[in-house]
């Protein structure tokens, strides 16, 4: 071989491996690129997710609000209840008081 086919060989050899360096470094750039709608399309998805969380902390802190009040007014309702049940224990065993002296005041007299 000839120096100025040696010199022409290894130039095309060199224009080659430029043309494959910069074809790899295109193919790179294209696949790991990211748009700038990904980037404001995952944005707007981060900002509703963070709402939701909001959405969900605050429906769980109005459900526990509503469930102590729920339960103050169940314990209210049931003593409320008790007491009743008691007065009327109480009024049914002064009935049958009152109709047991009844019965014997109308035996006696």
């Known amino acids: ?3 100025p086919q040696f010199v022409v060989a290894t130039a095309i050899m060199l224009f080659i491996a430029f043309c494959l360096g910069w074809f790899a470094n295109w ?17 707007r998805m981060a900002q509703e997710l963070h709402e939701a969380e909001e959405t969900r902390d605050q429906a769980i802190t109005y459900l526990q609000q509503r469930e102590a009040e729920l339960t103050n007014q169940l314990a209210q309702t049931e003593a409320e209840l008790r007491a009743a049940m008691d007065g009327l224990r109480d009024a049914r065993h002064e009935a049958e008081e009152m109709r047991a002296r009844l019965n014997q005041k109308q035996q006696a007299g």
């Open 27 to 43: 193919l790179v750039h294209r696949f790991s690129r990211v748009a700038a709608d990904d980037v404001a399309q995952l944005d």
């Open 1 to 3: 071989m000839t120096s």
